[in-house]
């Protein structure tokens, strides 16, 4: 019989969890081996090659090519797979960029609304065009002083004229609108490619990949598996839409017959209901043209070669103060190469997209589902707790291939909108990096093939209603239909009914053939009902369709409101005739719910199977799934909730449940009745959950996961002793500041000024200034003071503390300034003054941090430095350690009682990871909930020394969030074990 340890062990030679490798500053052969060494031994099996803007040689050249043969050796030898990946969306880090530069065709526009005035009858307007810029003026009539109306629309200019141009309104109010189109700009004023042209896509093939290729001799290396592409959104926001004049003049008529001019005002004002139509036909095209025109040439060329090619998009857009409107357009038809969406916010918009995305590639084009994590909390550093739990969602969500970020080849590299820097290299918990990569491999294999149910509901992801809602100036749609589209995800996994996500269309293609059953021929897939979270516009072939569906006793169900109208017809008495015959239905299965009310309609439905998992009450924060694989029965459970969830386990067959410990690859039997094991899942944590006949769990010695504690031992807090091996910090957040401006040099000056409290005498502290680099300093351009004296950066960078500042390295990306000969009882002003002319980076883009060694206090008036008393007693985070950076040792003694079968140490919270000695074992480090060791084995009735050594991270600092470091709750000794 197969052991389940050696079923896992093959999991770590699959390259589903991948490694975004940014390749900056100077590069050499010992430098790859070395980190190419530490990302195998961490459990990487796959590598995705990101050259940088400042990669020393640069991308492409002779000395690069070089190098990377050299990497694909290293790949062949370790038997890792290996990417090339580029980011469009910042050509600056491109081979690609001279290109756009260099030739104009090649850099993306959009259409912007350069102007809008309302006219009255006989007013006139008067236009003047620039020869250097392509403009197109429209006169639409106004209805009822807000809305649009489509018919009617006079255009003034277009691009082709260029006399000057005069016009007066006729009768009513009319709006007249001058578009603009302008270069599509990064944050680095950089021009973005033309996505919509063929020849960009020819040209980075003939640049980059070909010559990738040619490196490799005439048989490619085993080890080179494709191209990964991160594609810019290019949707609709204030900074405009998308646009390439011939493509869009021509391709567009030919598709709708319709000239776009006339449509372009339903995409930045209200327009009629009947008019809204055409919203959803302008956007569906960007969507498709931009896939057509760029990624699928480079899958064409992917398929040419038999590699594969990784398209992530969208991401968010730089000039965009809508951008989460991006993630609606990152589904994908089934000719386009999508593999999967980027998650740089963690937004639930993101989310959704997530959910479509992956539920639509595995049901709809059988194809697999890649996406990045450790881009969380808006790219800010992410502990292995978070990473972990970021990868288990992305999990429970679909996804089969993961890209961890954050990894760079140089330490000092410094992301330009990361403060601190992503989990890599210099990270404190690198150490136990390992241990998380082999988790989440774990759980990937696991999750390798989903079950099949057997007719599921079809939940509409409402793109094409969304879109027709929505509008530049009214862009509150698209957060609305993605709250209501997860709050009925989130019902449906609480309640357990399985769903898939298709969109309006492929409903459309379905038959109803037989009752209650929606039939996709094309997909081989069969529906049990529908699910409509937003449609106050629908399509109107598949309002028909559920006309039909209907009437075969099919379950419809509408969330909040029914429709008010189709696309193809204005508001009106026929429809809403329609409308109410398809609601007072006599099947009775047509119902208009709200989503916490879908798992009352739908599970005591026959056609659904029984519940997994059957909690005690109502938990709506739990997402739950069941998979198949290699004849392994597995249920991932996650509880994103504060508390505990008890519940029953469905059983399947014969073999009995285990719950699976990621964190000690350990297994653990449920006890119960056999039909009906009990489990328990702690807050925050994913729990996993495996049932199959290869396993064999006789020898196990494990307690049960449901043996309820007898009692519970609290650890008093008055005996422990600790030791703080790093620097005490505390973000300065309060500033005043004031500018002044030179009349002649036109030198903009900035003051800022921030202040806190030193009760200590001649204690070390320093002053550490993130995201800063030689811009700041050049010229005088930028001074830094405490009470008064000019202060100038440490040259090492690291202060001659010892190990307290493991954290600061020579090769961080920071500003670390000496304030200990300065510094003075009672209030300590820090000044920094920055003179500039234009834009240059904000040195408070994130606060400077004050860090000393000694304990911090809060007070309603700002930071307090404070002397130490009694270090044996100190408690970390009691006194002003919430910020703590590094790490601090625990140190206690116990007894335990002498009827104690079985006992365990229970954590309430933990900043970071901790390491748990217990009378010299050392036991595997608790990197995420929950935090317990069963600890049998070696603890004894009386003195009992116990050392738990917490080592925090930049997490709280960062987000300013206050968080308490180190032990955050209290930690107890639970006896378990038959009475």
Not at 67 to 95: N, T, Y
């Amino acid at each position: 019989m197969e052991s389940f340890s050696s079923l896992l062990s093959k999991s770590r030679e699959s390259d589903s969890l991948h490694v975004l490798w940014h390749w900056n500053g100077t590069v050499t052969k010992s430098i790859i081996t070395e980190r190419f060494t530490s990302l195998v031994e961490s459990g990487f099996r796959g590598i995705v090659l990101r050259p940088m803007h400042d990669m020393n040689p640069s991308y492409m050249s002779e000395e690069f090519l070089e190098q990377f043969r050299f990497l694909l050796d290293l790949c062949e030898k370790s038997d890792v797979s290996l990417m090339i990946g580029d980011d469009f969306s910042e050509p600056a880090e491109s081979v690609f960029a001279a290109q756009v530069h260099q030739i104009r065709n090649y850099r993306a526009s959009n259409l912007q609304v350069a102007e809008s005035v309302t006219l009255e009858e006989g007013e006139s307007y008067s236009f003047t065009p620039e020869s250097s810029t392509v403009e197109y003026v429209l006169a639409a009539p106004l209805v009822s002083r807000k809305k649009i109306a489509l018919d009617g629309i006079v255009v003034i200019y277009d691009s082709d004229e260029t006399a000057e141009t005069s016009w007066v309104a006729p009768s009513g109010e009319w709006k007249v609108i001058r578009f603009s189109v302008k270069a599509v700009l990064n944050d680095e004023h950089r021009c973005m490619p033309n996505f919509f042209s063929i020849k960009c896509a020819q040209s980075y093939i003939a640049t980059v990949l070909e010559p990738l290729c040619e490196t490799q001799g005439k048989k490619l290396s085993s080890s080179f598996k494709g191209v990964y592409c991160e594609m810019p959104p290019l949707v609709p926001s204030n900074a405009g839409i998308p646009w390439d004049h011939e493509l869009f003049i021509t391709k567009y008529r030919s598709r709708y017959k319709r000239n776009l001019l006339t449509s372009l005002p339903a995409l930045f004002f209200p327009v009629c209901d009947c008019d809204a139509k055409y919203r959803p036909h302008v956007l569906n095209f960007l969507h498709d043209t931009l896939f057509e025109r760029f990624p699928q040439s480079i899958q064409k060329w992917a398929v040419s070669r038999d590699l594969d090619s990784w398209i992530i998009g969208a991401e968010s857009d730089f000039t965009d103060l809508h951008s989460s409107v991006a993630p609606l357009f990152s589904l994908a038809n089934s000719e386009f190469p999508v593999t999967g969406i980027r998650n740089d916010t963690n937004s639930p918009l993101c989310e959704a997209a997530l959910i479509t995305t992956a539920s639509m590639n595995r049901h709809l084009f059988k194809r697999k589902t890649a996406m990045v994590i450790n881009r969380n909390s808006g790219m800010k550093s992410c502990s292995l707790a978070e990473m972990k739990r970021e990868a288990d969602q992305a999990i429970l969500d679909g996804v089969d291939i993961l890209v961890a970020d954050g990894f760079y080849i140089n330490q000092k590299y410094h992301y330009s909108r990361t403060t601190p820097p992503s989990i890599g290299f210099n990270h404190p918990d690198f150490e136990h990096l390992k241990s998380v990569v082999t988790a989440i491999q774990e759980t990937l294999y696991l999750a390798s093939t989903q079950v099949e149910s057997k007719y599921p509901f079809a939940l509409l992801y409402p793109s094409q209603s969304a879109m027709a809602d929505y509008s530049i100036t009214e862009p509150d749609v698209i957060p609305l239909v993605t709250t209501v589209f997860l709050e009925v995800v989130r019902e449906l996994n609480r309640a357990q009914i399985p769903f898939e996500v298709i969109t309006e269309q492929d409903v459309v293609e379905c038959d109803t053939e037989k009752d209650y059953i929606l039939t996709n021929k094309k997909f081989g897939t069969s529906y049990g009902g529908v699910i409509i979270p937003h449609a106050r516009l629908i399509n109107n072939s598949l309002f028909v369709l559920l006309e039909k569906f209907a009437i075969k006793k099919g379950i419809i169900l509408f969330l909040h409101s029914l429709p008010v109208a189709s696309f193809d017809e204005a508001v009106g008495s026929v429809f809403a005739n329609r409308v109410e015959r398809l609601a007072g239905s006599r099947t009775k299965s047509v119902y208009v719910v709200r989503p916490d009310e879908i798992g009352e309609y739908l599970s005591s439905d026959e056609r659904l199977d029984d519940q997994i998992f059957s909690p005690d009450g109502v938990h709506e924060l739990m997402s739950v799934r069941q998979f198949v694989s290699e004849g392994i029965d597995t249920v991932l459970i996650q509880n994103r909730g504060k508390k505990t969830i008890t519940g029953v386990l469905k059983q399947f067959g014969e073999n009995p449940w285990m719950k699976f410990e990621v964190s000690s690859g350990k297994l653990i039997p449920l006890c119960g009745e056999s039909e009906s094991p009990q489990c328990s899942i702690h807050a925050e944590e994913t729990a996993v959950f495996v049932t199959s006949s290869h396993i064999d769990v006789s020898k196990s010695t494990f307690p049960a996961e449901n043996e309820v504690s007898r009692y519970r031992i609290k650890l008093r807090s008055d005996r422990w002793t600790f030791a703080a091996n790093s620097m005490n910090s505390f973000p300065l957040t309060r500033w005043t500041n004031r500018m002044s401006i030179d009349r002649q040099s036109g030198i903009l000056s900035i003051f800022y000024e921030s202040t806190f409290e030193n009760q200590v005498a001649g204690s070390p502290a320093y002053l550490i200034i993130s995201d800063c680099d030689a811009k700041f300093q050049t010229h005088g351009a930028f001074r830094v003071r405490l009470n008064g004296t000019d202060l100038t950066p440490l040259e090492s960078r690291v202060p001659s503390t010892g190990e307290k500042w493991a954290w600061f390295d020579n090769d961080s990306a920071l500003l670390i300034y000496s304030l200990t000969d300065c510094l003075e009882r009672g209030d300590n002003s820090v000044s920094i003054i920055r003179h500039t002319v234009g834009a240059s980076p904000d040195p408070l883009a994130y606060p400077p941090i004050i860090a000393v060694d000694s304990p911090v206090i809060q007070t309603v008036k700002g930071w307090r430095i404070v002397p130490l008393v009694e270090e044996d007693r100190y408690q970390w985070g009691e006194s002003g350690y919430a910020y703590l950076v590094g790490e601090g040792v625990y140190t206690t003694y116990f007894e335990i009682p002498d009827d104690a079968p079985s006992v365990s140490l229970n954590f309430e919270s933990l900043s970071g990871s901790a390491v748990v000695t217990l009378n010299g074992k050392v036991y595997p480090p608790l990197l995420w909930p929950p935090y317990r060791i069963d600890i049998t084995d070696s603890v004894k009735e009386k003195n009992n020394r116990l050392t738990v050594r917490v080592r925090s991270n930049l997490d709280a600092l960062s987000s300013l969030n206050g968080k308490q470091s180190g032990m955050a709750g209290d930690l107890f000794l639970e006896i378990s074990g038959a009475e």
